[in-house]
């Protein structure tokens, strides 16, 4: 069968921007270099992006749109990969250049049309015959004329495809990888289609599908104006974010990034948020428990937050960053928006404690929650109401955890049981949702268990339990596969996660110290640098989706909060940056 292909755009560097942006998007467009227009499809009634697609050429597409209004942090991260039903063969010609022009699709008041920032290009098959395919290409980002510049189709053809001559580099560059894939089974799915392999069945018109996706952010919101930096003395600029390109291995940081103070009893919780710019922890001031938020490029603390009256247990990011919840032993789980200012959405109140929440993974409307009595919870966060009581578990639960693509749900309790739920959104809703086994293994039997997680994959679970012990257990079978000792865990709700990249574990223990290990041979690594920071039990731990930077924090007496990082840029691969033409 022939191969199809993928593009992923990842992220860029600091971009050259003067002013706040509204809805900056990457365009990709598949251009003949010597006509200038696009490429046509190898069969003209071939469907590339969509089934109701009607043309003979392939069809530019676009990414997500990110608010830029920090000008203080101006590298977006988008990691959006888009499936092409076209032969790979179609684009791998002398003559084919694949454009990524980053753009503002809002258009301001002072402007006639969108707003170009820069663009780049990619040659997959260069004269010397090197392919830049399967692995992460860094692309040099280059001017446009003017601000004026019109990035609109004419027709066929794309005006940034006559910039090749008179390129003008900024100091930013673009991360993107093209890859082979095969041809897909076409399954049904009941929102707008993504790709050409999803069909839809529903029959809900667009108005109302956009409606139903906004809904939650719609309600009892007011438009937010922009407060930040009024009177306050402008700093210079900080140093570029170093950005690990997404199939590029994790490196372990080594260079103390930041100790932060964290008050009287130190941070029980932290974490980075999904696109890795702000780090999110959970301290006591006096009587209250608050959530600091810090921005990874100075760390400098943007926002405190005053969020519950008790210890706070975890804290989490929606997919798409615009929602953080938080819960507590006060009995509350609570989502703040995530646009400018931090403001209360929605607050889930438990009759008792809960130790976990989570936002499934593909509907940030869908909440879990868990605690002590046992139960899980399924919210309907707009409307604030328990959609679904899951349950199952005799004893109170530490931990829930999705699977990377939200088909599944494993909660981890107090007496070593795991379950795992089928929480499917296709083609039932929650309708479908479903205990599908209570998972005794012997080996955890009465044990507690601290922490479940998983990474990038579907089938490895990470379990951490107290008998100093942590586990993956492959999904599918549900029994360990590997384990990792060395830690200290007998008393305390230890953490432990997977490196972005699954390659390394990296956990706390409870006699102060950090590990890691290689996840496939389980052998410890050792970091010198980490070495006699605590000397309290080490209960949070978190490693940035997209820099090489962890963080560390104890819930003990004057315990810091350590970041760590490594300041070297990724190095660069082979024709990396090339400009060929």
């Known amino acids: 069968m022939t191969d199809i292909f993928t593009i992923n755009v990842i992220g860029s560097t600091d971009l050259d921007i003067k002013s706040p942006m509204i809805n900056v998007v990457v365009r990709i467009s598949i251009v003949n270099s010597v006509t200038g227009e696009l490429v046509q499809k190898s069969d003209e009634k071939r469907k590339c992006i969509s089934a109701n697609e009607k043309t003979e050429y392939i069809a530019p597409v676009a990414t997500h749109g990110i608010k830029i209004d920090n000008l203080g942090n101006l590298s977006p991260y988008w990691d959006e990969n888009f499936i092409f039903n076209e ?7 002398n003559d084919v250049l694949i ?40 692309l040099q980002l280059h001017y446009y004329p003017s601000l004026s510049f019109d990035v609109n189709l004419k027709g066929i053809k794309v005006p940034v495809a006559g910039l090749l001559l008179n390129r003008r580099k900024c100091n930013a560059r673009l991360t993107v990888e ?29 108005e109302k ?34 950005l690990r390109p997404a199939n590029r291995r994790c490196t372990v940081p080594k260079v103390l990034k930041a100790q932060i103070p964290a008050g009287e009893h130190g941070a029980l919780a932290l974490a980075f948020n999904k696109n890795g710019d702000t780090l999110a922890v959970a301290i006591q001031e006096g009587k209250d428990f608050v959530i600091q938020l810090y921005s990874t490029i100075n760390m400098d603390k943007f926002r405190t937050i005053r969020a519950h009256v008790d210890i706070i247990y975890e804290i989490t990011f929606s997919e798409d ?13 609570k989502v703040w928006k995530n646009e400018g200012d931090f403001k209360l959405r929605s607050t889930l109140a438990h009759p008792n404690y809960i130790y976990t929440g989570k936002f499934h993974p593909k509907d940030d409307r869908l909440v879990v929650t868990a605690g002590i009595d046992g139960k899980i919870r399924l919210w309907d966060r707009p409307k604030e ?18 699977s990377p693509d939200g088909k599944a749900l494993y909660a981890g309790d107090a007496d070593g049981i795991i379950s795992s739920w089928n929480t499917n959104l296709e083609p039932d809703g929650i309708d479908g949702f479903r205990r599908i086994k209570l998972v005794k293994e012997g080996e955890i039997e009465k044990v507690s268990i601290t922490h479940v997680e998983m990474g990038k994959s579907n089938f490895s679970l990470l379990v951490h339990t107290q008998d100093n012990m942590i586990r993956i257990f492959e999904t599918k079978v549900m029994v360990p596969s590997q384990r990792y000792s060395g830690i200290l865990c007998k008393k305390f709700r230890m953490i432990s996660t997977f490196s972005p990249d699954g390659q390394y574990i990296l956990s706390g223990s409870e006699d102060g110290s950090v590990m890691l290990w290689t996840v496939r041979k389980a052998e410890p690594v050792a970091v010198n640098e ?24 104890s819930f003990g007496e004057s315990q810091p909060i350590l970041v760590f990082y490594d300041p070297n840029a990724p190095a660069p691969q082979p024709q990396d940056d090339i400009d060929l033409i």
């Open 321 to 333: 960053d615009r929602l953080m919840m938080t819960v507590s032993a006060d009995g509350m789980a």
């Open 87 to 93: 032969p790979i063969s179609t684009i791998l010609s």
């Open 385 to 402: 109401s328990v959609l679904m009581e899951m349950e199952g578990h005799q004893v109170r639960i530490n931990s829930l955890t999705f």
């Open 178 to 206: 093209v890859k082979r894939a095969e041809v897909q089974e076409s399954y049904d799915v009941t929102n707008r289609p993504m790709h050409f392999f999803q069909h839809e069945i529903g029959h809900d018109p667009l």
């Open 99 to 138: 454009f990524f022009e980053i753009y503002d699709t809002f258009i301001h008041a002072s402007k006639k049309n969108f707003s170009p920032i820069a663009w780049a290009f990619l040659r997959l098959k260069t004269p010397e015959e090197c392919r830049n395919l399967d692995r992460p290409c860094q």
């Open 209 to 242: 599908l956009i409606q139903r996706k906004d809904e939650s952010e719609s309600e009892n919101e007011e438009e937010e104006e922009g407060k930040d930096g009024k009177g306050k003395k402008k700093k210079e600029k900080p140093k570029p974010r170093i």
């Open 530 to 553: 980490w070495t006699c920071k605590f000397d309290q039990p080490v209960t949070a731990v978190a490693w940035n989706r997209v820099e090489n930077m962890v963080a560390f924090s």
